[in-house]
């Protein structure tokens, strides 16, 4: 029996042009709907912009803080924001490396929303401070005059590592994003056809500048991989080098944070993507396969992630010390912590993690988003739940025992960060096309099948 | 000699036993220090700056009320204020120095350095560093009484106490310039100053002679939350409890 | 540098069947001479455990620290070493098929370890009023313990047998004498290779497969906690049972590194292993060393910024006073020069190579299981109180390091020798290259010209 050489027909020049055309589409064609939800994105934003800026006049007061829950809110969304930006070099650098095939539609958003949600992030320290117009004293910034920041301290560890992830992360966008930006500006006329001519760095696709890109790509995904740990494990030492703050001081603090940060930043993934799929109708490209395969990734990564969390609790109670057990106690069994928990729990893994076992329900764009945004609420209380019970009930002196009720300044400003991100997001796509096209024609060029008996086996090319 | 004062070592001296809770030091750190006035206000909002408070714990609930003799039930009162570790965990989580320790053993608080990251606070076991939440206000009628050798703290920055610091170098500075050394109890922090029984002791460990060096070799002696391994300069004195029975340790 | 042709085996079915199982029939001259010295080695481990239980008794912790350290050693490596199949499978790869089988043949190893944890229940005492996972749950640990280890050792050889059922058949087909005698008692299904038979297969693989990975997280948490951690006051380490897991993780690709090395020396498989495997196992190699690193630091940090006195004295016994020679052995063995030497392409794309690597991993593992466990049995001897007090006195002083004596070394070398005897034994029954695996490779890789040149292709199956 003789097979063809190669049995499926490679791209033409009219597939080519489909796939230019439908990738570009959200750049040149802006349905009315996108700058309606941009103006309300920004709107909510704006609002955000002006709690934040009623507490800088007014002071820290303004918010639910107090003695001793120093930390709470805008630390909470920090490591948030932080874990959800996990996902871009999750997916992108991980399975570039590991030669994943149905990574390639998902690659660029998920290093967007990484970009966007670190800048977002890195806002939140700035919220926090008690005076952030001095933010600069944390980086060598004095050292003309001999004063230094403490290198001791996690919070000067915490720039360092955010700085050199965020540098990477763009570094890493706009390699891949270089070939895209030669098909914009191939499409564009006059100033916008300039500045695309800027930022494609004179592209013109031969074998040479292909081999750089591909070397350069390649070369930063694995690079980029112990950035990528380094930074939540430095998020998380923030908390873990606590010694004196029960819930903190635990040596799985790292780990556990590392995989959370991916278990939540997958699943903001895919509920982009998802959103993407409706808003720019990316019917052809982001497959019920493509969310499948994350769906898989998610379970696996969610039970271990599940693992780390039954550690840290059980030794937690292990010792059974008593302002260890009022810690958990509060966490779990008291009004409205008891609340949050259950939620947390169930939101966080009980109920996706179930439901991922189901091929209908991974291969269901409708109930992959609800299940990506349900782990996300979880996340998001998980870190709350981490931060506030453990200072709420620090140490066994109990006559400082406190609680935590946010006001409405910190609720608007978490509000007008989620949509800060959003609105960046979907102005990137209007900017720069949100699936990388070139990524998308080699897997189309890569793509086989090979004949087993009666079957026909989706296949690919490896030229190794 | 002179700069024996400079390798003191100071301490305080915490006798629970003779504490009455009375607040008297509570009090009188709040004019010395010009720490903000605590309205009803900012004790609902949890943010209550005291450099020294008194904890008040009540001890024999259960057993009154099993036994419904009210009389059971005791008060304790702890005075707390900052421990002035020598292993202090606020310290090395300071991303600008704005706290560190010198060689007399006193814990310092830089306030022009601090940006409020409220780190130190999180360290903190015995929860003594205070975060200046609002701009802090006077009354009209307390606008002169402020103390012209302290700063006022402005908003956004930490603070705590000082062991009166500014005391120490005042009395340092008149004896230096008397041409001797400063003698044991010259120099009073305000809270040990204002203490009417005599609970409060303040003075060089290493001056063997010194009146704080004799009570801490008491051997009611102990340090809070011992096992946090923070070496505190501030010495407890237990309780003397005439009703004290032998209970076993894991109760 | 060299270009590394990926492997494709140009051979017909009937013929791959046919020679895999000849090799596996016949066996080398040097086999039976391996099995001898194996065999004399657990002996002398036997010898060795006698000479100590004789001596020492059951009712002191002390003196097994060593063996204990050996029972530690066998569950990070060849206990943890199926995993590498397992999760390989799940994850489709084609390079995992020649040696898939030789790490889930590991799985007759439980027998071994789990023989080891009979002693073991003798010393473990109860959980009531002590510290411990398990929080003073009646039977615990002792029930508890004892039925994740047994389960885990069945599920180890149930794994191994499914894995292995079609070939078995197969061998049966071809075997006779006593092997047709054994084969026609042990292959219990009638199998025929029918389409739904394989789609059971191939299901109860993934369901054993999951059910072995999380029992194997289970057992090694148990027993990190139950035989160290419970046994030092004032140890609180979440992350301890992680390390142990990950240092697992890292012990199984490496033992399958090692086991597939003799198999392609002096098993005679040389036409069905190949550069490709060794290259691949040693790209994971490489992060898990980097994470055996990682893990190690994050629990050190902690320890180490928080000062506390309990959590100093805890490092200065563990890695920096008393055991710092095992420790620095360990780092060095399982970190740093396997890193050095595995992040260079040039090596992993050798035999030799990555071979190296995997043998000081599993060197590295040895003396970090040795340090953490010798040591814990000697301080939960030391302090009395240790394991009869909810709050025991934190530890204070640093204990001082048990050197092994001749015992201890023979039941070392017995451990490790009767985990590689039972290997033996069961290479000369099952088939220890995959052949259905290796059959089924063959159909999803195809050469193809494509323009110019030719190139490979891979089938993906969903």
């Known amino acids: 029996m003789h097979e063809p050489a190669v049995l499926r027909r490679h791209t033409t020049p009219e597939i080519d042009r489909r796939i230019n055309d439908d990738l570009t589409s959200s750049m040149f064609k802006t349905p009315s709907r996108y700058w309606m939800l941009v103006g309300f994105l920004a709107l909510v934003t704006a609002m955000g912009a002006g709690a934040a800026g009623y507490m800088f006049v007014n002071g820290l007061g303004v918010t639910g803080l107090n003695r001793p829950v120093m930390w709470a809110f805008f630390i909470t969304n920090f490591v948030f924001w932080i874990g959800i930006s996990h996902a871009g070099v999750m997916l992108s650098a991980i399975l570039r490396l590991s030669q994943a095939e149905w990574r390639r539609p998902a690659t660029r958003a998920a290093e967007v929303v990484t970009i966007f949600s670190l800048l977002l992030a890195l806002t939140m320290p700035l919220m926090h401070m008690g005076r952030p117009w001095r933010f600069l004293w944390i980086f060598p910034w004095d050292f003309a005059r001999s004063i230094w920041p403490n290198v001791r301290s996690p919070l000067v560890w915490d720039p360092a590592a955010i700085g050199t992830y965020l540098t990477s992360s763009i570094l890493f966008v706009y390699v891949a994003l270089i070939p895209d930006l030669a098909v914009a500006r191939d499409r564009t006329k006059g100033i916008v056809k300039a500045g695309y001519s800027l930022l494609a760095m004179g592209w013109r696709g031969y074998p040479m500048q292909w081999r750089l890109q591909m070397i350069a790509g390649i070369l930063l995904s694995a690079l980029i991989l112990p950035v990528f740990v380094s930074v939540h494990s430095i998020v998380s030492w923030d908390f873990a080098v606590t010694q004196s703050v029960e819930g903190f001081h635990s040596t799985i603090f790292a780990p556990y944070f590392v995989i959370g940060a991916v278990h939540s930043g997958v699943s903001a993934v895919v509920t982009a993507l998802i959103i993407f799929r409706y808003i720019f109708h990316w019917e052809r490209y982001i497959l019920p396969k493509t969310i499948d395969n994350l769906g898989r990734l998610l379970l696996v990564v969610a039970t271990a992630w599940f693992f780390f969390l039954a550690l840290e609790i059980l030794f937690g109670l292990y010792a059974r010390e008593n302002s260890e057990l009022a810690l958990r106690t509060l966490q779990i069994f008291r009004w409205p912590y008891s609340l949050l928990f259950l939620i947390f729990i169930i939101a966080a893994y009980g109920f996706p993690a179930p439901m991922w076992l189901f091929k209908g329900v991974r291969r269901s764009f409708f109930w992959m988003a609800i299940t990506t945004i349900s782990v996300n609420i979880g996340m998001w209380l998980e870190r709350f739940l981490i931060i506030v019970p453990s200072l709420a009930r620090k140490q066994a002196l109990s006559f400082n025992w406190s609680t935590y009720h946010p006001s409405v300044i910190e609720i608007l400003i978490i509000i007008g960060g989620f949509s800060f991100v959003a609105m960046l997001v979907l102005l990137f796509a209007k900017v720069f096309p949100l699936i990388p096209i070139y990524d998308i024609k080699e897997g189309e060029i890569l793509k086989d099948e090979i004949i087993i008996g009666k079957k026909r086996i989706p296949a690919v090319m490896r030229e190794e | 000699m002179t700069t024996q004062a400079h390798h003191a070592k100071w301490t305080m001296v915490v006798d629970s036993d003779r504490c009455t809770g009375c607040q008297a030091c509570v009090v009188a750190c709040q004019a010395e220090n010009n720490v903000p006035i605590n309205t009803a206000d900012i004790y609902r909002q949890k943010r209550v700056m005291e450099w020294i408070r008194i904890e008040r714990y009540w001890e024999g609930i259960e057993e009154a009320e099993a036994t419904g003799d009210p009389s059971k039930v005791k008060a304790r009162f702890l005075p707390v204020l900052c421990q002035h570790c020598e292993n202090a965990p606020c310290e090395p989580v300071c991303p600008v120095f704005a706290t560190y320790h010198n060689n007399e053993g006193l814990n310092i608080q830089v306030y022009n350095r601090c940006v409020g990251t409220r780190f130190c606070a999180n360290n903190c076991p015995y929860n003594v560093r205070m975060f200046n939440f609002w701009e802090p206000v006077w009354p009209e009628s307390l606008q002169n009484q402020l103390n012209p050798d302290v700063t006022v703290r402005s908003r956004g920055i930490m603070e705590k106490c000082t062991y009166c610091v500014q005391r120490i170098r005042r009395t340092e500075l008149t004896a230096k310039k008397e041409g001797r050394l400063p003698a044991d109890g010259e120099m009073q922090p305000a809270c040990v100053q204002a203490c009417p029984t005599d609970a409060l002791v303040f003075g060089d460990i290493k001056d063997p002679e010194s009146k704080v060096s004799r009570k801490a070799a008491n051997e009611r002696r102990y340090r809070l939350l011992e096992v946090q391994g923070t070496e505190p300069n501030l010495v407890y004195l237990k309780k003397v409890d005439p009703h004290y029975v032998e209970r076993e340790h894991n109760e | ?462």
């Not at chain 3, 360990?330 to 992993?348: A, E, H, Y």
């Open chain 3, 1 to 462: 540098m060299s270009r590394v042709e990926p492997q494709i085996i140009t051979k017909s079915n009937q013929e791959v069947t046919r020679e895999i199982l000849a090799i596996t029939h016949t066996m080398g001259p040097g086999y039976k001479k391996a099995v001898v010295f194996f065999g004399l080695l657990l002996l002398l481990g036997i010898i060795g455990f006698i000479i100590r239980a004789v001596d020492a008794g059951f009712n002191d912790f002390r003196p097994w620290g060593y063996f204990m350290a050996g029972y530690a050693f066998l569950l990070t490596t060849a206990s943890t070493a199926p995993l590498f199949s397992i999760s390989q499978r799940m994850v489709h790869s084609h390079w995992r098929r020649p040696m898939a089988r030789a790490s889930e043949m590991f799985g007759v190893v439980g027998v071994l370890s789990t023989l080891m944890f009979i002693p073991m229940i003798a010393l473990l005492p109860s959980s009531a009023g002590r510290r411990s996972i398990w929080f003073e749950w009646p039977g615990t640990p002792l029930y508890s313990d004892t039925l994740a280890v047994v389960f885990l050792a069945v599920l180890g050889i149930v794994l191994l047998y499914v894995a292995a059922l079609p070939d078995l058949a197969v061998s049966r087909l071809h075997a006779t004498g006593t092997r047709r005698k054994i084969l026609d008692r042990i292959v219990i299904v009638n199998w025929k290779g029918t389409e739904r038979q394989w789609a059971v297969h191939r299901a109860s693989l993934r369901v054993l497969g999951a059910l072995y990975f999380l029992f194997l997280v289970l057992v090694h948490t148990i027993i990190a906690s139950d035989f160290a951690e419970a046994l030092v006051p004032g140890w609180k380490d979440a992350i301890f049972p992680a390390f142990h897991v990950l240092s697992g993780f890292q012990s199984a690709v490496a033992s399958t590194v090692v086991a597939l090395f003799l198999l392609y020396k002096f098993g005679g498989y040389k036409d069905y292993i190949a550069v490709d495997q060794f290259w691949a196992a040693s790209k994971l190699l490489l992060p898990l060393c980097l994470l055996w690193m990682y893990f190690w630091f994050s629990g050190f940090i902690v320890y180490w910024y928080g000062r506390q006195p309990v959590e100093q004295t805890i490092l200065r016994t563990f890695m920096f006073e008393a055991y710092l020679v095992p420790f620095l052995l360990g780092v060095m063995l399982s970190f740093v020069v396997p890193f050095l030497i595995v992040m260079w392409n040039f090596v992993r794309k050798t035999i030799l190579g990555p071979t190296i690597v995997a043998t000081l991993i599993l060197f590295g593992a040895l003396f970090d299981r040795i340090r953490i466990y010798v040591a814990s049995f000697s301080i939960a001897d030391m302090r009395p109180d240790g394991l009869t007090s909810l709050e025991p006195e934190a530890l204070s002083a640093v204990p001082r390091a048990v050197l092994p004596g001749a015992p201890d070394v023979m039941m070392i070398l017995g451990t490790i020798g009767g985990a590689i005897f039972l290997y033996l034994l069961a290479i000369k029954l099952i088939p220890p290259v995959s052949i259905w695996e290796i059959k089924e490779g063959m159909l999803y890789r195809r050469r193809r010209k494509y323009l110019k040149t030719e190139i490979m292709v891979m089938g993906k199956p969903e």
